[in-house]
């Protein structure tokens, strides 16, 4: 297994345009997480889904925002009527359920340009 | 509130030489993780070290090293023998619930 991945790893659009990013996850690892990263900041937690439950949302995640993960392997993130705040770095991490010290595994990380 | 401290401007250190990276920590919970992920120019978060909060001693991966001081509510991350590929963003974040909260990252450039 190579790791977490996502596709893709760069994405331009225009204002207005929607935009549809995928992960997917190391294959034994049944949580899967989003967080959004802006320059000179650290990631910010999205949502993360169990299997196929999405478990948590953060305030951050707007009603433009959806977030699936229809049969428990890869997930996708949607995000509708894109604003020009939206560019940032979306990364994916993974791990497997259990002791809550498990070390999150992050994919490449897809960055967003909305000009 | 800041859940994650790393305060320090950026920081340029000799290879081979040892370098410091200071995070401080803000939770009531008596159980939680510290975690430190480096982030390349490429974007991807790479994890380096772990430390749990009823761990009794400090974490240590090949040249990483966790200066957990836990009545300060520090975990500071030590490299030794730096290499220029260790230049990069250094991250600190601390697991809560299931989330982890990241600071906003120490910059280290090592030099010839």
């Known amino acids: 297994d190579t790791g977490v991945s996502q596709n893709p790893r760069h994405k331009i659009t225009k204002r207005g345009q929607n935009v549809t990013f995928r992960c997917d996850p190391i294959?034994?690892?049944?949580?899967l997480y989003w967080y959004r990263q802006t320059l000179g900041q650290g990631p910010e937690f999205l949502t993360y889904?169990?299997?196929?439950?999405?478990?948590?949302k953060s305030r951050l995640l707007s009603d433009r925002f959806s977030a699936e993960r229809p049969k428990g392997s890869f997930s996708t993130l949607e995000i509708q009527r894109t604003e020009q705040g939206d560019s940032a770095m979306y990364l994916c991490a993974s791990r497997t359920s259990g002791e809550l010290q498990e070390t999150q595994y992050f994919g490449p990380g897809t960055r967003l340009l909305v000009l | 509130a800041q859940k994650i401290t790393q305060t320090q401007p950026g920081m340029f250190v000799q290879e081979k030489e040892a370098v410091t990276l200071d995070c401080t920590y803000d939770?009531?919970?008596?159980?939680?993780?510290l975690f430190w992920y480096k982030q390349p120019s490429s974007g991807e978060m790479i994890f380096l070290i772990y430390q749990g909060s009823y761990d009794q001693q400090n974490a240590t991966e090949g040249r990483y090293s966790l200066n957990f001081q836990k009545a300060r509510k520090s975990a500071n991350l030590v490299i030794s023998a730096s290499q220029l590929g260790d230049s990069a963003m250094y991250f600190c974040?601390?697991?809560?619930?299931?989330?982890?909260?990241f600071g906003k990252g120490n910059q280290v450039v090592v030099i010839p």
């Open positions: 889904f169990q299997n196929e439950a999405q478990l948590e």
């Open positions: 294959s034994e690892h049944n949580r």
């Open positions: 939770t009531s919970d008596p159980s939680y993780g």
């Open positions: 974040a601390m697991r809560e619930t299931d989330r982890l909260a």
